[in-house]
């Protein structure tokens, strides 16, 4: 029921960032012609900002310092 309404789905996830909620976004497709049940459009936005999220997510590296790059500190005492 909502594959015709996809794209649009789409550009409000991207558009808001994947923080849009069910509520709102049931009501937009509503003022659109959307005639299913709220628990539908729920179901496919729950997928559309999965996959969000899964191109969007930051990935950092850890961090291995080597040695000779990184000033040392050493703050023991000195004889």
């Known amino acids: 029921m909502t594959d015709p309404f996809l794209p649009q789905m789409a550009s409000w996830v991207e558009q ?10 049931h009501e ?5 012609g959307f005639t ?5 459009t729920r179901t496919t ?4 900002k999965s ?8 990935v950092h590296p850890p961090w291995t310092p080597e040695p000779g790059l990184w000033l040392q ?3 023991g005492v000195c004889r």
Do not use: F, P, W
Not at 19 to 24: L, P
Not at 51 to 58: I, L, S, V, W
């Open 73 to 75: 500190y050493d703050y």
């Open 28 to 32: 937009k497709l509503l003022a659109l």
């Open 51 to 58: 996959k969000y999220r899964a191109r969007n997510m930051r």
């Open 45 to 48: 936005l729950v997928e559309l």
């Open 36 to 40: 299913g049940c709220e628990r539908t």
């Open 16 to 25: 808001s960032r994947g923080k849009i909620r069910g509520d709102v976004v």
